[in-house]
């Protein structure tokens, strides 16, 4: 079946430092990836998505890139601020037409202090 | 605010019992998605309903069942409640007309079971 595998939490990191999380798949023809964050007592939000290989994502300043040869999908922002502090979440949608399931890492916390 | 609400926020109950959790999805949302997170399992994707149909199923257990009403918000039933089953329910609507569409998340009810 379909999974993602991302690195384990917690990441910290000062303020303005450059952030990578890293996330790799598995799964059955072309899925789509997203990458979500959620803050602190709230519910997820989309941060970015990539729909076929070599598409780039971007958003708030983070980027990620879906390569198919590698199967991963890897979270990069230049220099992160105190305000991105929260649990991010890799995933992917497998299904077609209008069934959709998305499938999602277990989540890396990003610390970031002053 | 993603524009999906649910209610009730919170939900303490005793092993055994019964609970119903509802959703309202964005306006002209025709999809609506369950998914369970807890410590130990991570996110998990449950159900999705579109514009009232069933369309694709996860690891959702007998115990539990959704359905999607004809205004489209969507009520998903939990019973027997067992202690594991604490955690915080999301739903989340998309437009759902193919299946790599955005979904918005709801802020999530918490489950506690005693």
């Known amino acids: 079946g379909n999974s993602v595998t991302q690195m384990e939490g917690p990441v910290t990191l000062s303020e303005e430092a450059f952030l990578t999380i890293n996330c790799t798949y598995t799964?059955?023809?072309?899925?789509?990836l997203f990458w979500y964050v959620q803050y602190p007592g709230e519910g997820l939000q989309l941060l970015l998505k990539?729909?076929?290989?070599?598409d780039k994502g971007s958003n708030k300043g983070f980027e990620a890139t879906y390569r198919k040869e590698t199967t991963s999908f890897h979270l990069e922002k230049g220099s992160v601020q105190v305000s991105d502090s929260a649990v991010y979440f890799c995933?992917?949608?497998?299904?077609?037409?209008?069934?959709?399931?998305?499938?999602f890492g277990t989540g890396t916390r990003l610390q970031v202090t002053l | 605010d993603s524009g999906v609400t649910q209610t009730p926020k919170h939900l303490i109950t005793a092993t055994g019992q019964r609970v119903t959790l509802r959703c309202s999805p964005r306006?002209?949302?025709?999809?609506v998605y369950w998914y369970q997170q807890s410590l130990d399992q991570g996110l998990q994707f449950l159900i999705q309903?579109?514009?009232?149909?069933?369309?694709a199923k996860g690891n959702i257990l007998e115990r539990f069942s959704a359905q999607q009403f004809p205004d489209l918000h969507s009520e998903l039933n939990l019973s027997s409640l067992e202690l594991g089953d604490s955690a915080l329910y999301f739903c989340?609507?998309?437009?759902?007309?193919?299946?790599?569409?955005?979904?918005?998340f709801g802020p999530g009810t918490r489950l506690t079971v005693l």
């Open positions: 989340a609507s998309s437009t759902g007309t193919v299946s790599y569409n955005e979904q918005f």
């Open positions: 799964a059955t023809g072309y899925p789509s």
């Open positions: 990539a729909t076929k290989a070599d």
């Open positions: 995933a992917l949608i497998s299904g077609g037409g209008t069934a959709s399931k998305l499938t």
């Open positions: 306006s002209g949302d025709l999809s």
């Open positions: 309903y579109y514009n009232g149909e069933e369309r």
